[in-house]
């Protein structure tokens, strides 16, 4: 049976991560690197890496971190944050990137989807939305971090992105991103029940309950799990364990 | 030298990285010529199956061919397997290798496709490739398409039914997952394929 994925993602600022996980045997918190690998050897079915530098001077270190985070990791690993360009997924994939994420770059040319996918495959293309509410409350695409609404449907906007060749869709729900509340498992079913590809879950959760129910409410193919670290989850395992438990099929022992 | 053939589909480097962390010495290549004089033979593949057209455009058709005829270790990752195939659904029309007579075909609508993810491979028979791996082991899938079972089939994976995750036939091996991306197991498979090409 297809296992549910625990991703684990790591914010890069200027190459160092930023709020990054406890591990007792790491030195240094912030190197991608270690982190990266702890997170694979506790179990984590996969690595986002997420460029959230706000400077140019911090973008610059990107590819390097991307370099020296995959040349020991042979778990699949995504690369998101500023990818604007064809040029910049193909410089990203050359680092050793398996696939890149991309949100408001897609969002403004959509044709980009379709560029990367036919040359590197929609395996390799990950579409990240970030849901907020419209006026009519129905979920919108939003843009900058949330900041700016661009009138698009979410489910809409998704059927597009996975005709034009996306192979998953990150979906951050802007209303729970931040309350550690749970995760939008209804806007998950509704995504995962309108699309073949799968669904990513992100934004929400605090604690592992939220991840059983994104699981088995949301219909989830996968979740992602940032700082929940900090929240009394000690690690991966530890999550996959409380999954295993609850009845949700993952990688186990990992 | 194991030769990784690059046929312009997607990314090679993790394939490339993966036999390097090994310690296999191996390199990329498009060059009929290097892949003649390769120990062994390694065709990734990611996307879709018409991608494998290039492999006649490049000329590198033949010299696959021949050395698998010769006995020379081969693995097909991937779309690299189904390539083993006579041809995909998938692509009408393009020619696979027919080391195995059947078609690649597409999962059933009962099940969500791609088929992306870490998911179970259980044996089915001797496997060589799989040698000191556990029974049940994970490993990464992301894929549409899908051998046919065959008395080649050693290992299976259930995902709407059961299709073929190991294929071994002589010294050919084909994986449906991505050993490349499958952690531990993952290498340990490569290491076992790189023992055949010493």
């Keep these: 049976m297809l296992t549910k994925r625990i991703i684990a993602c790591l914010d890069v600022d200027a190459g160092r991560v930023v709020k990054g996980v406890q591990f007792t045997e790491l030195q240094d918190a912030g190197d991608p690197v270690q982190l990266a690998r702890l997170h694979a050897a506790s179990g984590a079915d996969e690595i986002v890496l997420l460029d959230i530098s706000a400077t140019h001077e911090g973008r610059k270190t990107l590819l390097d971190t991307v370099r020296r985070t995959a040349q020991n990791l042979f778990i699949p690993f995504t690369v998101g944050g500023g990818i604007r360009t064809f040029a910049d997924a193909m410089s990203v994939f050359d680092a050793g990137a398996d696939k890149v994420s991309i949100n408001s770059a897609a969002v403004s040319r959509p044709e980009l989807i379709t560029e990367i996918a036919n040359r590197f495959g929609s395996q390799a293309v990950v579409v990240a939305i970030d849901a907020g509410a419209g006026e009519d409350g129905q979920p919108e695409v939003t843009v900058n971090g949330g900041r700016r609404a661009t009138g698009k449907g979410v489910l809409v906007w998704a059927r597009e992105a996975e005709e034009r060749g996306a192979g998953e869709i990150l979906l951050t729900s802007m209303k729970c991103d931040g309350t550690r509340a749970g995760f939008d498992c209804e806007l998950t079913r509704q995504l995962g029940e309108s699309l073949s590809i799968p669904v990513i879950a992100s934004g929400g959760a605090g604690n592992a309950q939220h991840f059983v129910d994104v699981f088995q409410k949301g219909k989830a193919d996968a979740a992602l799990a940032a700082s929940i670290f900090h929240f009394g989850i000690h690690s991966v395992r530890e999550l996959k364990q409380t999954l295993n438990d609850s009845g949700v099929p993952v990688r186990w022992p990992c | ?198």
């Design chain 2, 1 to 198: 030298m194991i030769a990784i053939v690059d046929y312009r589909a997607g990314n090679m480097t993790s394939v490339l990285k993966a036999f390097r962390f090994i310690g296999a010495g191996a390199a990329v290549t498009s060059d009929p010529d290097v892949v003649r004089l390769a120990d062994a033979i390694v065709l990734p593949g990611v996307g879709h199956f018409a991608s494998t057209r290039v492999l006649d455009d490049l000329h590198l058709r033949a010299p696959i061919s021949e050395a698998i005829e010769a006995g020379k270790p081969f693995l097909g990752i991937c779309v690299g397997m189904q390539w083993m195939f006579a041809g995909s659904a998938e692509a009408p029309g393009v020619s696979g290798l027919g080391l195995l007579r059947e078609e690649c075909k597409r999962f059933g609508t009962e099940v969500k496709s791609p088929h992306v993810g870490w998911n179970k491979v259980c044996m089915r028979g001797q496997s060589r490739l799989l040698h000191e791996i556990e029974d049940g082991e994970f490993f990464y899938y992301t894929h549409s398409y899908s051998g046919i079972m065959s008395k080649d089939c050693v290992a299976v994976t259930e995902y709407g039914g059961e299709f073929p995750a190991v294929i071994e036939r002589g010294r050919a091996f084909g994986v449906q997952f991505h050993p490349e991306k499958s952690g531990e197991a993952g290498l340990r498979v490569l290491k076992n394929f790189q023992e055949f090409a010493c």
